[in-house]
C-alpha cells in the first residue's frame, strides 16, 4: 500500500519475518499508549494518572500483600496460555480453558473427597500420598476434558471452537451441581462455595509461594523445549503449519489434534490445581468460581500476544497478573467509578492486539520521486525473483 | 462486422525496444535488452527462471517503467503510464495466471471492460463479432459456457479472444503452453499463426518447450542473466543451440535413456477405483504393474486421474476397490508410514503445499520423511545433528543453491526446493518412486539434473512411476508409457512403440489401444 503526501510517500509493507525484538518493542509501545489513553479517562473521572499508574504498580509489584497476589495470578494466566499456545502451534483453537481448568479442579477435590477430607478435617490426613494423587487426578482430568475436542475435532471435523465453548457451559454447570446447597462438595457454611481443603492437603509452599509457581517457569522451558526439539513437537509444529504436508509425512491429524487439546487441557487442569489447591486465601471452590473461569481467558490474549512462544508469555502474564489486581486496589483505595480497572485491562489487551498486529507491517517514508521504481519492485518479486 | 485491415505491413517492424534496462535495488533485471519484433511473425522470447522476462513483458505493456531505453511502435516513441495504456497502443497480455470471472460466461469476460460497453449491454452484437473474430482464427470456444466449466486451454484462448477484441494488434503470452496438452498446443499454435499471417505480431515468453519454439516460431530471442545472448531466426536454430544459449553451457536437452535389466514387479495395482474430492470415480479400474529398474511413463493432461491415483498408491487418499501390492505385500489400505517403511517414495505435484513446509528449514523438511525412523528419534528427541548433516549432503549432492542447511524452504527457487525434495525422497533408497511432475516449471538446468536423479534411481533398480504432462520427458525417460484418459488408460506402449502422435492422440483420447 503507498499513499503520497505533499513530496514523500508513505509505503506499508507486509514483513517477511518478524523479529522477536520487533515484538517486544510492538508490545511495550502498546503499554505506553493504553497509559496514555485510559489516563485521559482517569483525568475525565478527576484522577491523577500518575498517581493512579503509581498506586497499580506499588500494590501490585511492590506490596508484599500485593506481589505473590500478582505472581499467583500471573502463573494461573501463564498456564490458561500454555493451554492455547500447544493447540495453536497445530493451528487449532482451544477455547474451553475455563471447562478443562475446573474438569481439573473438581477431580482433585474429588480425590480429596474421597479420602473424607469433607469430614475428616479435623484429623491428619497423608498428605504426601493424597496431594500427589489430586495432581495426578487434576492433569489426567483436564487432559481427558480436552481431549474430547481434539479428538472430535481430528476424527470428524467438528469445529473445535465451537465444542470447547459448549464444554465449558457443561463443565461450569457441572461445578454449580456439585458446590451447591446439598451438593456433594458443599462447603460446611452451604454459600455457594466447595469445602475448604484440610491444611494436610493444600499445595505445598516454599519462600511464599505455591511450589506450582516454580513448576510452571520448569514448565514453559520444558514446553519450549518439547515444541522445538521433540518428535512429536515437530509433528505438532509441521501439521500446524500445513496439515496437507503433515499428512505426507505420515502424521496422523487425528492424533495430533488429541494430543495438542490433552496436553492443552493438561497445562489448563493445573492451572486449577495451581489457583484452587495453593493459593493462600483460596484452598477451595470459592464463590466467583465463575470470574475465575472467566479470568482464564487472559491467557488467550497472553498466547497471541507471546506469539505462541511460552517464555515470550511469562511477562505478558505478569502484566496482566498485576495490573488485574492492582487496578481493583486501586479502584477501591481512589474509590474511583466501578469498571474502571475493566477499561484499563480492556484497553490494554486491545491496544497489544492491534499492535502485534501492526509489527507485521513495516513503513517507510521515502521521497515520492523514487516511488515508480520500487512500486514496481515490489510486483516484480511477486512473479519472478531476480535474486534466484 | 470485421474491421478493416490496413494493407499488408509483414515484415515491417512494429514493435522496437531499445537499450532497455531495468535495476531492482544493486539488481539489473533488464540490461540494455535490444527486440525487434515484425508484423507477421511469431517472436519467441526465450529464457529460463530469473533471466528477465517477466520484467522485460512488464515493461513492454506498461506494467513497469524502464530505467533507460525506448519503446518504438510503429517507429513512433512511445511511453506506457499503464497496461491500459499499452492496450490502447495495440498491445495485448496474456497472463499465464487467468484474469476472468468464473462465475460469468465467457462472452460476458471478454466483453467486460470494453471501452464501447455501456450501461446496458448489448451483448448481441458483440456475439456476432466475437464469433467473426474466432471464426477467423480457428478459435472455438463456447461463448455461452460459464468460464469455471471451461477447461484450462479454453480460458487462455477467451483471454486472447478477448485482447482481439479489446484491440490489440501485439499479443504478448506468458508461457503459453504450460497447461495445455500436445493436441491442444498444436491447435493453439495453428491460430497464433494464421494470426500472424494476418499482421499481428504475437510475442510468447516461453522457459521450456524448445520444440514448439522451433516448429511454430519465426524468430527467437534469447535472454540469460538480464542480456539478451542470441537473436535467431528459427530456422538457422536447433534445440541444442536455443539451450546452450539459454543455459550459458551445453546441455544435454533429453537424457538418454537407459537400459537396465528389468527385474521382477515391485508394485502390482489391480482394478483400482478412487474417488476425488466430489465423490466421483476419478480412477476408474487401473491395472497395473512397475518392475525393478523401469519407469513406467503416465501420460495425461492435467485432471483426467493422475493425481488421485498419485494419492491413493500414497496412501493420502482412500481406495475404494482394486488392490495395490508393494512387493507381495497388500498396502491398499496401508498407513502412509508403513508405506514409507515398506520403500514407497513420493515427489507430490505440489512442492509448496504437500512436499515441503515454506517457513520450515531445510533441515526440518527433510525431516519430513525421516521424523518417524528410530535413527532420527531417539527417545522422542530428534536427532537433530544427524538430520542436518542428510541435509547437508542431499545440498552438496544435488548442488542445491541454499545459504545452508538452517535456510527456509520459502527462499529457495522452484529448482532448487525440488532437488532437496526428490534428494530427501531419494535418501531413502525407495523400492517404489512415485515422481509427479517432477520437472513442471523448473528450468532446463535443473530438469536435466532431476531427470538424471531419475535414471539414477531406476539404474540402482527403483520401480519408478514416472507422472507428467511433458510429453518430451514420459517419452525420453520411461520403458513403457500408459496414456491416462477420464480416469482409463488409453493404451500402455513400450517405449521403442511410442510416438508423439500416437501418445498424444491417446492422451487426449481421441483413440483407444487395447490395454
Redesign the interface.
Known amino acids: 500500500m503507498r499513499a503520497v503526501i505533499g513530496g514523500y510517500a508513505i509505503r506499508i509493507e507486509r514483513r517477511a519475518d518478524v523479529r522477536w525484538w520487533q515484538t517486544a518493542l510492538a508490545s511495550v509501545l502498546a503499554i505506553l499508549v493504553s497509559l496514555f489513553l485510559v489516563g485521559i479517562a482517569f483525568v475525565r473521572v478527576g484522577a491523577d494518572p500518575l498517581e493512579v499508574y503509581r498506586e497499580i504498580v506499588n500494590y501490585a509489584f511492590l506490596s508484599q500483600f500485593g506481589l505473590p497476589q500478582t505472581i499467583n495470578r500471573a502463573t494461573y494466566v501463564l498456564l490458561a496460555a500454555f493451554a492455547i499456545i500447544v493447540p495453536l502451534r497445530a493451528g487449532l483453537w482451544n477455547i474451553g480453558m475455563p471447562g478443562q481448568i475446573f474438569a481439573g479442579t473438581l477431580a482433585a477435590f474429588g480425590v480429596a473427597y474421597a479420602f473424607g477430607a469433607k469430614t475428616a478435617s479435623a484429623t491428619e490426613l497423608p498428605g504426601a500420598l493424597v496431594v500427589p494423587l489430586m495432581l495426578v487426578a487434576a492433569l489426567a482430568a483436564g487432559a481427558v476434558y480436552g481431549a474430547i475436542a481434539g479428538f472430535l475435532r481430528g476424527r470428524f471435523q467438528v469445529n473445535e471452537i465451537v465444542t470447547t465453548m459448549m464444554l465449558n457451559w457443561a463443565m461450569l454447570w457441572i461445578v454449580a451441581h456439585m458446590i451447591r446447597e446439598g451438593g456433594p462438595f458443599m462447603g460446611r457454611t452451604a454459600e455457594g462455595e466447595g469445602f475448604t481443603l484440610p491444611t494436610s492437603l493444600r499445595v505445598p509452599q516454599a519462600f511464599g509461594l505455591p511450589v506450582t509457581v516454580y513448576a510452571t517457569v520448569i514448565l514453559a522451558l520444558l514446553l519450549t523445549w518439547f515444541l522445538a526439539k521433540t518428535t512429536l513437537g515437530y509433528r505438532i509444529r509441521t501439521f500446524g503449519e500445513s496439515p496437507r504436508a503433515a499428512e505426507y509425512a505420515g502424521i496422523d491429524a487425528t492424533r495430533v489434534s488429541t494430543l495438542v487439546f490433552a496436553l492443552g487441557g493438561l497445562f489448563a487442569g493445573f492451572a486449577g490445581f495451581h489457583y484452587f489447591l495453593g493459593v493462600p486465601g483460596v484452598y477451595k471452590i470459592p464463590k466467583n468460581y465463575g470470574d475465575l473461569g472467566d479470568f482464564s481467558f487472559y491467557g488467550l490474549i497472553t498466547g497471541l500476544i507471546a506469539r505462541n512462544n511460552p517464555i515470550a508469555a511469562i511477562p505478558v502474564a505478569i502484566l496482566f497478573g498485576g495490573v488485574s489486581g492492582g487496578a481493583r486496589f486501586m479502584q477501591g483505595k481512589l474509590r474511583l467509578a466501578f469498571g474502571i480497572d475493566y477499561a484499563l485491562l480492556g484497553v490494554l489487551m486491545i491496544m497489544m492486539v492491534a499492535f502485534q498486529a501492526l509489527a507485521q507491517f513495516s513503513l517507510r517514508i521515502e521521497r515520492a520521486a523514487t516511488v515508480a521504481a520500487t512500486q514496481v519492485e515490489r510486483g516484480e518479486s511477486r512473479v519472478e525473483s531476480p535474486h534466484h | 462486422m470485421t474491421r478493416a485491415l490496413p494493407e499488408s505491413r509483414a515484415g515491417r517492424v512494429v514493435l522496437e525496444a531499445r537499450g532497455i534496462t531495468k535495476r ?2 544493486s ?1 539489473v ?1 533488464n540490461d540494455r535488452i535490444d527486440l525487434t519484433v515484425r508484423a507477421g511473425e511469431l517472436h519467441a522470447i526465450l529464457g529460463e ?2 533471466a ?4 522485460l513483458m ?1 515493461i513492454l505493456f506498461g ?3 524502464p ?1 533507460e531505453g525506448e519503446i518504438y511502435l510503429d517507429g513512433q516513441r512511445v511511453r506506457f503510464r499503464s497496461p491500459r495504456d499499452a492496450l490502447r497502443h495495440g498491445i495485448g497480455m496474456v497472463h499465464q495466471e487467468r484474469k476472468l470471472i468464473p462465475a460469468h460466461t465467457a462472452l460476458e469476460n471478454i466483453v467486460l471492460g470494453h471501452p464501447r460497453t455501456k450501461a446496458i449491454l448489448d451483448l448481441r452484437e458483440a456475439e456476432r463479432e466475437i464469433e467473426a473474430l474466432c471464426a477467423r482464427y480457428g478459435f472455438r470456444i463456447p461463448l455461452h459456457a460459464k468460464v469455471w466449466q471451461l477447461s484450462e486451454g479454453e480460458k487462455q484462448i477467451v483471454e486472447i479472444v478477448k485482447e482481439l477484441y479489446h484491440g490489440a494488434r501485439i499479443l504478448i503470452l506468458d508461457e503459453p503452453t504450460s497447461v495445455l496438452s500436445p493436441p491442444e498446443i498444436v491447435k493453439l499454435l495453428e491460430s497464433l499463426t494464421k494470426m500472424a499471417k494476418e499482421d499481428f505480431a504475437v510475442i510468447p515468453f516461453i522457459t521450456h518447450k524448445l520444440p514448439v519454439v522451433l516448429e511454430y516460431c519465426d524468430r527467437v530471442t534469447i535472454l540469460r542473466r ?1 542480456r539478451v545472448v542470441a537473436e535467431m531466426e528459427t530456422r538457422h536454430a536447433t534445440e541444442q543451440t536455443l539451450a546452450a544459449a539459454m543455459v550459458g553451457r551445453d546441455v544435454v536437452l533429453q537424457v538418454e535413456r537407459v537400459e537396465v535389466p528389468v527385474g521382477e514387479p515391485v508394485v502390482r495395482v489391480s482394478d483400482l477405483w478412487v474417488r476425488d474430492d466430489r465423490g466421483l470415480f476419478a480412477v476408474q479400474g487401473l491395472s497395473f504393474e512397475v518392475r525393478a529398474g523401469e519407469i513406467l511413463g503416465l501420460a495425461g493432461v492435467a485432471g483426467n486421474g493422475q493425481e488421485p491415483l498419485a494419492e491413493a498408491l ?3 487418499r482412500p481406495v475404494e476397490r482394486g488392490s495395490i501390492l508393494l512387493d507381495g505385500v497388500d498396502i491398499t489400505h496401508a ?3 508403513e508405506r ?1 517403511r515398506r520403500g514407497l517414495g ?1 515427489v ?1 505435484t ?1 512442492r509448496r ?5 515454506p ?2 528449514s531445510l533441515v ?1 523438511n527433510v ?3 525421516y ?2 525412523e528410530p535413527e532420527f ?1 531417539r527417545w ?3 536427532a ?1 545433528g544427524r538430520a542436518r548433516e542428510l541435509t547437508e549432503r542431499i545440498i552438496a549432492e544435488y548442488s542445491v ?1 541454499a545459504a545452508g542447511p538452517e535456510a527456509l524452504a520459502k527462499s ?2 522452484g529448482g ?1 526446493l525440488q532437488k532437496v525434495i526428490l534428494g530427501r525422497v531419494l535418501s531413502r533408497h525407495p523400492r517404489f518412486l512415485i515422481a509427479c511432475l517432477p520437472t513442471h516449471g523448473l528450468d532446463v538446468g535443473a530438469a536435466e539434473f532431476v531427470q538424471r536423479k531419475l535414471l539414477d534411481a531406476k539404474r540402482a533398480g527403483t520401480a519408478v512411476l514416472l507422472i507428467s504432462e511433458d510429453l518430451d520427458e514420459i517419452l525420453a525417460l520411461s520403458d513403457r508409457i500408459a496414456a491416462i484418459y477420464e480416469g482409463q488408460f488409453t493404451g500402455v506402449v513400450p517405449a521403442s512403440e511410442a510416438t508423439k502422435e500416437l501418445i498424444g492422440e491417446l492422451m487426449a483420447g481421441l483413440r483407444r489401444e487395447r490395454v
Request: hydrophobic share 40%; proline share 4%; net charge negative.
Open positions: 531492482f535495488g539488481v533485471a527462471n530469473g528477465g522476462k517477466t520484467t512488464r506494467e513497469l517503467q530505467d538480464g500414497a496412501g493420502l498407513p502412509v508410514l514409507w513420493y507430490p505440489e503445499e504437500v512436499g515441503s513446509i517457513s520450515f526440518d525431516l519430513l520423511n521424523h518417524f528419534s522422542g528427541v530428534l537433530t543453491v529457495l527457487s532448487n
